[in-house]
């Protein structure tokens, strides 16, 4: 938190709801992630107590680029391309709060109303003599090289663009204007983002007199330390285009027990009592993973809604609780939001279709060679029965279920659908 003690001023104001908060996302993707859900849900706790949530989309400070954490330079993103993203992750933001408020507020209490902004909206009218003139006039030097980010940037062979550089008073102006505007004195992010948050903070500082508040989120990592996220190539989407209900339910699923515990506190709205009751029963018992699951059932639940946590439950079963009869039950249109479109294949189906033939076309393999090399090591499963026969020609019944699907799988993670056309 900055400042790391909360003054009586802010104490009332948060109490008496004098305050909104507010989180700020660049649309340079077109899905937020997993790593951008927890400064969400800090908002949607916020809401909880009453207080006003603001989400900021940088439609402008995403053309600039925050150096925070890269190592080189952001592409440039085209305007167009920028409004396309701002539009995407509103739909995002929108469903999350919907969510919260059809599933997992349980008070009759109205929540009060968010608000969601794009910073496009005041820079637009701002020219960059009057941005320096009035803005750039108490921003200073010395406190902007001092962040880290900076500082590796400059040490390194790839430098820093002054474009870059400026990228923490753009996002200082916008507290300054929330302020302003909505009477915004909180501000919320990951902790990569308190450098961006204090250049803001001495701003406001600076020209009004008044102290804000930021409060950071950690950061969620692999199990080596590194950040989730598009710039890392593993970020886990909450577009369900992008990383299907399925995956998103399995990423918390595979959780180890420490991280389920910590990020059942963090993703979820459960009651301190039940969050209690809940790890003393998976601590008693953790092959059976009461705390995964029900971490993996609440993030998907916020995120996904019902619809969406029911096909992710679904497909589990069906895929890896190894259930001929739950897979038989399955939409054969939902596949795609299951898998993933390049995963699900259309066959016309013919009476001399074989395994091979099969495992081919839904392009399980790029060569034929190691196709049937699998095959015949056992690697190849059919609707969950093993198959070594790669010239058995595909059955219906064994090989084609009554909702006219076969799953394959290869090895033990890689899942392909083929839907049969008649």
Known sequence: MLPDTMGTRMSEMISKKETSVYAGFDPTASSLHVGNLLPLIGLLHFQRAGIKPIVVIGGATATIGDPSGKKTERERITSDIVDENAAAIRKNIDNIFANHKKYLWQSEEKLPPFTIVNNMKWYKDINAVDFLGNVGRHIRIGGMLLKDSVQTRLNSSEGMSFAEFSYQAFQAYDWLH?????????????????GNMKAGYDLIRKVTGDSPYSLTVPLITTETGDKFGKSAGNAVWLDSEQTSTFDFYQFFLRSSDNDA???????????????TEVLESHHANPGQRKAQKKLAEQATLLVHGEEGLKTALQATEALFNSSVEALSTLNPEVFPSILGQAFVTNLPLNSSITVLDTVMQAKCFQEEKDARRVIGAGGVYINHQKTRVADHVIQAGSHILPNNITLIRIGKKNHYVVRWRS
Do not use: V
Not at 181 to 190: D, K
Not at 261 to 275: R, T, V
């Open 261 to 275: 515990a910590q990020y059942l506190k963090l993703f979820s709205f459960i009651p301190e009592k039940q969050l």
């Open 178 to 194: 929330l302020l302003k505007t909505y009477n915004c004195f909180l501000q919320i992010g990951g902790s990569d983002q308190m």
